[in-house]
């Protein structure tokens, strides 16, 4: 132990979609807390993973990737992102080496200095293992040219390469005071959620690419049983009848084997058997519903155009 006080704050991870804003929060925090698939936007919520460091607690917000908006749940998405940004006492842009600076990061350049009100703000040039040393040299100074970075790290989130360095910066920048979570708490979503994440990251694995983004996951009921398993009873929520065939998969075998892999996973975080039942339900208008964006954490009304 140490005497020196503890420290305690936030850190917002911002950037485009697949940037692996999630990859480095699971990283950071040691255990998997956001949802890593592929596929953009998986993100909805911002969830909050709790990293010791020292004698500081660093709070992540994973925030939705920032993109230019479509629907309504787009908008409420880039909403919760850049509201993350705004509430944090620190702020990590991520950006991929190899794809450099996209019209999408220069959009995020041009709205980050009004949006980040005096936090720092950190760049995390991620995926370095694709592109060779000179490539990003040329990337780090057109970034530091285009935006006053307090600090510039070269990162592989999958690896680990530099995610230290990184966090022990974190940890000089989070200001002095109390811890504001347990100490063996890792995250601030209910278990409900992240079971519901969990088995929406199988869903995008499995399924065809346009379908994800328009259906949702619910925990409906989570009951403890005496042997100390627990029974969770999910809801899988998707807008056409077409789209429920596609999860439910010829007899049931898509949904089985998602909720199989979402079990397993389960079971490993939890430490414990787990009874997992999955349903599908046909909900049309499931992205024009108010409750679904609050089960998201996200809200309905920053999806108004």
Avoid at 39 to 51: D, F, L, M, P, S
Avoid at 124 to 140: F, H, M, Q, R, Y
Avoid at 238 to 264: F, M, P
Avoid at 283 to 298: C, K, T
Wanted: hydrophobic share 40%; aromatic share 6%; net charge neutral.
């Amino acid at each position: 132990m140490t005497d020196a006080p503890t420290k305690a704050g936030f850190v917002a991870l911002i950037g485009e979609p697949n940037a692996g804003k999630s990859t480095l929060l699971n990283r950071m925090v040691g255990a998997k807390v956001s949802i890593v698939t592929h596929k953009v936007q998986t993100t909805r919520a911002r969830i909050r993973g709790v990293a010791m460091a020292e004698n500081a607690q660093l709070i992540f917000i994973d925030t939705p990737g920032l993109f230019k908006p479509r629907r309504r749940l787009d908008r409420a998405m880039v909403a919760a992102a850049w509201g993350g940004a705004a509430d944090a006492d620190v702020v990590v842009l991520m950006i991929e080496a190899h794809r450099g600076v996209t019209s999408g990061v220069k959009a995020i350049l041009e709205t980050l200095s009004e949006r980040s009100g005096r936090s720092p703000v950190a760049l995390a040039i991620n995926k370095i293992d694709k592109v060779k040393s000179e490539v990003l040299l040329a990337l780090t100074k057109e970034m530091n040219e285009a935006f006053p970075f307090a600090e510039t790290f070269m990162i592989s989130a999958e690896r680990g390469h530099g995610c230290e360095a990184l966090r022990d910066w974190l940890v000089t920048q989070v200001p002095e005071g109390p811890y504001l979570y347990p100490e063996d708490q890792i995250a601030d979503l209910p278990m409900r959620m992240i079971a519901a994440e969990m088995t929406r990251e199988k869903l995008t694995l499995r399924l065809h690419q346009e379908l994800p983004y328009e259906l949702t996951v619910e925990t409906e009921n989570w009951e403890e049983r005496p042997d100390g398993s627990a029974r969770i009873d999910q809801l899988i929520y998707v807008a056409r009848d077409g789209h429920k065939g596609i999860v439910l998969g010829k007899g049931g075998e898509t949904v089985k084997a998602i909720s199989q892999a979402a079990r397993i996973e389960l079971e490993e975080f939890l430490g414990r058997r787990v009874h997992l039942f999955v349903k599908v339900k046909v909900r049309p208008n499931w992205l024009e519903d108010a409750e679904r964006y609050s089960e998201m954490g996200l809200d309905f009304k920053d999806g108004n155009t």
